[in-house]
């Protein structure tokens, strides 16, 4: 099974701060990774897909950038609403999917 | 609106079953795949199965295999979660998610709320 590594587990930032979030896969996954926010009691919220396309109505404060087996998802500034967990997921073993542990962003 | 609303959530003693249910409207049903993952409390994201358009494909992780089945109504526009056997491990807010119907990759771009299941005794 393909295994996803995240890093950090949690950061804590400012708002108006660029934060960036790792993700490791244990072997090469092309670039099938998503990316999705969860802000508290909250269902999760695509944010990008296929590595760095942006869903629709996404701001555009969020990136994504990698291939192979590391990835990253970058928030340029940060803004009130993100201040939330983000999960990557990897989709290169389809039909069966991996999340990785996720990253909480909370405010410094 | 695309909307996905999952019901049947409960709280239920270890080894007997539930059934969860998630009705779909705003989009073409029978044209997407779609899955189930859940969140243990205070956990991350677990990818619980997936299914075809016409559901003659279904994957599951390993921990539900053999326990859980999904299935699908297309006529009602709903998807199903059977879950026999269950474990205080399964105790999760379980959600069902969309995947596009012209994805390349794979990924989920409409989640319902959730439904909390509960297993203890």
């Known amino acids: 099974d393909i295994q996803m590594t995240q890093s950090p587990s949690s950061v804590s930032a400012s708002v108006g701060d660029r934060v960036t979030i790792t993700c490791r896969a244990s072997?090469?996954?092309?670039?099938?990774i998503a990316w999705y926010r969860q802000k508290p009691g909250k269902a999760p919220e695509l944010l990008i897909y296929?590595?760095?396309t942006l869903q629709s109505g996404v701001p555009l404060r969020f990136s994504g950038s990698g291939s192979g087996t590391h990835f990253t998802l970058t928030i340029s500034s940060l803004q009130p609403e993100d201040f939330a967990t983000y999960y990557c997921?990897?989709?290169?073993?389809?039909?069966?999917?991996?999340f990785g542990g996720g990253t909480k962003v909370d405010i410094k | 609106e695309v909307q996905l609303v999952e019901s049947g959530g409960a709280l239920v003693r270890p080894g007997r079953s539930l059934r969860l249910s998630c009705a779909v409207s705003?989009?073409?049903?029978?044209?997407?795949?779609m899955t189930w993952v859940r969140q243990a409390p205070g956990k991350g994201l677990e990818w619980v199965a997936n299914?075809?358009?016409?559901?003659?494909?279904?994957y599951y992780v390993g921990s539900v295999r053999g326990r859980f089945t999904i299935s699908r109504d297309n006529a009602k526009n709903s998807l199903y979660l059977q879950m026999n056997s269950l474990r205080a491990e399964d105790t999760a807010v379980y959600y069902c998610?969309?995947?596009?119907?012209?994805?390349?990759?794979?990924?989920?771009?409409?989640w319902g709320k959730g439904t909390t299941v509960t297993v203890s005794s």
């Open positions: 998610a969309r995947r596009p119907r012209w994805a390349q990759t794979w990924y989920m771009d409409v």
């Open positions: 705003g989009f073409t049903f029978s044209s997407n795949w």
């Open positions: 299914i075809n358009q016409d559901g003659s494909e279904k």
């Open positions: 072997q090469g996954i092309r670039n099938w």
């Open positions: 296929a590595t760095s």
């Open positions: 997921q990897q989709s290169s073993s389809i039909p069966t999917l991996t």
